[in-house]
């Protein structure tokens, strides 16, 4: 089967399983307000059936209630304290938890004593010892680490390919993400500041798409990592990785070669490299992207053929899915277990470069 029929043949959204009743929708509480909820989640959620946001947590309820009428969103507006203190908790089924990163713990603790699910944003935590609390506070309810690209149509073609033989056995990775967090949200970005955004900018903001969508692709776990890194520019002070470069070690054998950068070009791209083929990614990891997908095989003989997306809305369709496991009563493809251990893979990129040798997880 070629890629223009696996795509025709391939329905966009092949995990559902419960059909959306906009009568009786999924509830969001939406706990942080910056610009990724607001310009991304808000209205992913506004746009699909069978979910909708019924409350808005932030610093103070005036806040959240000019966002929701700045947004046009019908959902009450309290601040974190009245969250943990279970105001409004009738009024929402689950949590979207995007706040810095060393902030996801209580709102997972406050949401698993509540008999919340959740959806937390990646990286799980800041450190994997703050992600080992997570996943113990979130046993007994549903739990998903927001990984969007494990519903993006392009990536579970390129698995359903890979997993079809298409390229034979895996030999090599390659990946990137880059993009200017000081263009986006200047030097007084919470990912600039270790505190909050955990040992990093990059490989944790970044460099966690390309360790993820890989594992999630071949089916292998992280094992080792190998790193060096650079910060030159000021506003990349505290933290050692302006600029990436590093080496995962995967199951099976199979090496990930990525590089992720908070101060670069916005580019990203994933190509997984066989005995028999390639699949190449391009762009890749970014949501209002129109990816192209290229498979080629052969030798003397070579055969390249491509396809391209049309854009879909990833917060959307990810919105979705957890929604039809929740209805469905079914566990999610990334849960917390699987967020935590990305984030001892990160953790290991990070000593491999301080220590200048690999590390194992």
Same mark, same amino acid.
């Given at each position: 089967m070629n890629l223009t029929e696996l795509r025709d043949a391939f329905a966009e959204r092949d995990w559902q399983r419960t059909e959306p009743d906009s009568d009786d929708p999924i509830r969001f509480a939406m706990i942080g307000l910056g610009w990724w909820t607001v310009e991304e989640m808000?209205?992913?959620?506004?746009?699909?059936?069978?979910v909708e946001?019924?409350?808005?947590?932030?610093?103070?309820?005036?806040?959240? $209630?000019?966002?929701?009428? %700045?947004? #046009? *969103?019908?959902a009450v507006g309290i601040d974190y304290d009245d969250f943990h203190d279970g105001d409004a908790a009738q009024e929402y089924d689950a949590v979207y938890v995007c706040t810095p990163n060393a902030? #996801?713990?209580? !709102?997972?603790?406050?949401?698993?004593?509540?008999?919340?699910a959740v959806l937390c944003e990646k990286p799980l935590e800041s450190t994997a010892e703050r992600a080992e609390r997570l996943v113990e506070a979130a046993e007994g309810i549903p739990i998903m680490t927001a990984y969007r690209m494990h519903t993006d149509p392009s990536i579970r073609i390129a698995k359903r390919l890979y997993e079809d033989g298409a390229i034979g056995d895996p030999v090599a990775?390659?990946?990137?993400? *880059?993009?200017?967090? +000081?263009d986006i949200a200047g030097a007084d970005s919470w990912r600039l500041n270790p505190d909050l955004a955990g040992p990093g900018a990059s490989v944790t903001d970044l460099g966690i798409y390309p360790i993820n969508t890989a594992r999630y692709v071949l089916s292998q776990d992280p094992v080792?990592?190998?790193?060096?890194?650079?910060?030159? #520019?000021?506003?990349?002070a505290d933290v050692p990785d302006e600029a990436a470069n590093?080496?995962? %070690?995967? $199951?099976?054998?199979?090496?990930?070669? !990525?590089?992720?950068?908070? #101060?670069?070009? +916005?580019?990203?791209?994933?190509?997984?490299?066989?005995? %028999?083929?390639?699949l190449r990614l391009e762009p890749a990891f970014f949501n209002d992207d129109r990816a192209t997908l290229h498979l080629r095989t052969g030798t003397s003989a070579v055969t390249d053929t491509s396809i391209e997306f049309d854009t879909i809305d990833q917060m959307q369709v990810e919105a979705a899915y957890?929604?039809?496991c929740l209805r469905d009563g079914r566990p999610f493809e990334a849960d917390a277990e699987?967020? +935590?251990?990305?984030?001892?893979?990160? %953790?290991?990129?990070?000593?491999a470069a301080e220590r200048g040798e690999r590390v194992e997880l």
């Open positions: 808000l209205p992913a959620v506004a746009a699909e059936p069978g946001t019924t409350v808005l947590v932030s610093s103070t309820a005036e806040k959240a $209630e000019r966002v929701a009428n %700045e947004t #046009h *969103t019908d902030l #996801h713990l209580p !709102y997972v603790e406050t949401a698993a004593d509540l008999d919340k990775v390659q990946g990137h993400m *880059t993009q200017d967090v +000081l080792a990592a190998q790193a060096t890194m650079r910060s030159e #520019h000021e506003a990349f590093f080496l995962v %070690e995967y $199951e099976g054998g199979v090496t990930g070669s !990525y590089t992720a950068s908070q #101060h670069a070009q +916005l580019s990203g791209s994933l190509r997984l490299i066989g005995t %028999e083929g390639e957890f929604a039809d699987h967020g +935590l251990l990305d984030m001892r893979a990160i %953790e290991a990129v990070y000593e």
